[in-house]
């Protein structure tokens, strides 16, 4: 049970992430439903759980963690979970904990994660402007989430904004978001809106802003060069002359990254999800649970499932309609 994993198409599987629950204290318009359905608190993994889940992949091989939701920083007692992975960084086993977040919660928290080991952070943030922040979270305050930026970059986490293309929102804004990323000292990625859920009434094509057209827009402004640089993850980097920046790319509809996944993502109540764009997924939840002392059934639970890592996804707008959209949530899967 020492082998490395290794899916059928030879990509070593070195990268969970890990979504510790579906509540968010934000509505998202591309991520949920206004009025969502979360599961019973009851069907969670509990803190021990996840603890004994996340300690066995990382005896499995896998060096980087990253715990998401849902807003992970609104499970009660979370940061004693991040306390306890720490461990493992302590041991060299794990070479990154890490958690994507909507910044909410931070100004709490920010000191605690720091001490578990966290070193740096992805907050989720599509405008500057108040008013919109307010429409695209539907719930959210944006003083909240710079409050809570400023205390994590006090304690000394490294941020890295993540900002979602919407079309028709903010597109306007690209030159005041790398401007403030640059004057504060933030790495900034774009991300293509995925068709992850019902939205209701929001239409998936009317948000899309492909990245080739972000690219674009950076080059009304700047001198734009690639760079080959890769972090582990599914972002290209290019890099800003005139101020320096690095800026990231995850375009997994106008440019499929699917090549060099290393990472699969594991729900809340123990699914195992091979791919974010595919269906298939591996429940780890009765092995996790058959023997609280053995890990073994868990183990090969695991390596069955990394044989079924398909080799990508199907999102595509390319014909203006939403083809391989997934019926979960993306909070459910984790982002």
């Not at 206004?34 to 069907?43: A, I, Q, S």
């Not at 041991?91 to 919660?105: F, H, R, V």
Request: include cysteine.
């Amino acid at each position: 049970m020492t082998a490395p994993l290794i899916d059928p198409f030879a990509r070593a599987i070195t990268y969970l992430r890990v979504s510790v629950t579906d509540r968010c204290d934000f509505r998202c318009v591309y991520c949920m439903a206004e009025n969502m359905t979360f599961l019973p608190k009851r069907d969670l993994l509990s803190l021990e759980e996840l603890d004994r889940m996340c300690t066995t992949f990382i005896g499995m091989g896998v060096e980087k963690l990253r715990i998401t939701g849902g807003e992970p920083l609104v499970r009660r007692d979370i940061t004693k979970f991040f306390a306890k992975m720490g461990r493992h960084l302590e041991t060299g086993a794990l070479k990154e904990l890490t958690l994507t977040t909507n910044g909410s919660q931070l100004s709490k928290h920010a000191q605690s994660l720091w001490d578990a080991g966290v070193r740096r952070v992805n907050i989720s943030l599509d405008t500057l402007d108040e008013e919109k922040f307010k429409k695209v979270t539907r719930w959210g305050r944006l003083k909240q989430v710079l409050e809570g930026i400023d205390e994590a970059q006090r304690v000394g986490l490294k941020i890295k904004i993540n900002a979602v293309a919407l079309k028709g929102f903010n597109e306007e804004e690209l030159p005041t978001i790398t401007k403030w990323c640059n004057e504060r000292g933030l790495d900034l990625t774009w991300i293509e809106v995925m068709p992850m859920g019902d939205m209701g009434d929001y239409d998936r094509i009317g948000q899309f802003w492909s990245l080739k057209e972000v690219r674009r827009a950076y080059e009304d402004h700047y001198t734009v060069t690639d760079l080959t640089e890769r972090t582990g993850g599914p972002a290209r980097y290019a890099r800003l002359e005139e101020t320096g920046q690095k800026i990231g790319f995850i375009t997994p509809l106008s440019h499929n990254f699917c090549e060099s996944c290393n990472r699969v993502r594991l729900t809340c109540t123990g699914q195992l999800y091979m791919c974010l764009g595919q269906e298939d997924m591996a429940d780890l939840r009765a092995p996790l649970r058959a023997d609280e002392n053995d890990t073994t059934q868990l183990e090969e639970a695991i390596r069955a499932a990394i044989t079924l890592k398909p080799k990508g996804h199907d999102f595509d707008y390319s014909r203006q309609k939403v083809a391989g959209q997934m019926s979960r949530h993306m909070s459910h899967t984790g982002g």
